[in-house]
């Protein structure tokens, strides 16, 4: 049985952090732990005195810090419901890239994840997959169009194609999409495919992408960082959710 305090601080955070499962509940309290023994759990004390107070403004995420460069952006995309945690995990795993299917997943959460009706389009997309909704809304926008007849899940974005995938949602929508910023100003720009130029144009433009570096690595994998730089700046460009 938990102890008191222990209980309190678990519905405290439930309270800061509604979309936490009990998992990244459990691994907050941990991750915030002040040993009041030896170092590391002991059977006098267990894991510690957990101290929440930062997070009290801050993430439910065991691996995101306050200094860390995207910090305020997660903060922002997790606010506005665009982005959650790994899985189960508590962790936001801001290193690892981001995937087609999570992709879909995203641009459906920010359109309002409104009411599909559910078919089968894509032979690597089934109906009980997290992402079958959003696979087929993004189909029917055309904000994605799938990969040689397969959505493509499971595998890595490029950076160039991520910038794509947001311009194609913002026509989609309406928003202005006249902004257009130089490749050239950027030492691999050239390296940008002919198919997503226009929207790199437009990413660079509108402040999307390539804030101060000299690189835009437009054949690189987008990261969940980036990709949560990329959406914070993207929805408040155009002053949504």
């Known amino acids: ?9 678990a519905a405290m955070l439930k309270l800061l ?3 936490a499962s ?3 509940v459990e691994a907050l309290i941990k991750s915030c732990a002040k040993d009041l023994g030896d170092e590391g ?16 403004t801050g993430l439910p995420f065991g691996d995101i810090h306050e200094s860390d460069w995207f910090y305020d952006m997660v903060l922002d995309v997790y ?7 790994k899985g189960d995990t508590g962790y936001f795993d801001s290193m690892s890239y ?6 879909a997943l995203l641009l459906y959460r920010m359109a309002g994840s409104p009411a599909v009706l559910y078919r089968d389009i894509y032979p690597d997309v089934s109906v009980d ?3 079958a909704n959003a696979a087929v809304w993004a189909y029917d926008s055309g904000v994605m169009t799938g990969n040689s007849g397969k959505l493509g899940a499971w595998s890595n974005i490029y950076r160039q194609d991520f910038a794509l995938i947001l311009f194609r949602y913002a026509n989609y929508m309406g928003y202005d999409t006249s902004a257009r910023g130089d490749l050239s100003d950027y030492a691999d720009g050239a390296l940008t495919s002919e198919y997503a130029w226009e929207a790199m144009e437009w990413a ?10 000299e690189n835009l690595n437009p054949l690189g994998y987008v990261n969940r960082a980036e990709t949560a730089a990329m959406i914070s700046r993207f929805t408040n460009l155009y002053g949504i959710m």
């Open 79 to 85: 606010k506005k419901g665009c982005m959650t945690g």
């Open 22 to 24: 009990p998992v990244q």
């Open 129 to 131: 997959d997290y992402f």
């Open 204 to 213: 660079v433009g509108a402040g999307i992408l390539g804030q101060s570096v």
């Open 98 to 103: 981001l995937v087609r299917q999570d992709a």
């Open 1 to 9: 049985m938990a102890a008191p305090h222990i209980t309190a601080i």
């Open 41 to 56: 759990r002991d059977d006098i004390y267990g894991m510690g005195f957990p101290l929440v107070s930062h997070l009290i």
């Open 17 to 19: 952090y509604p979309d």
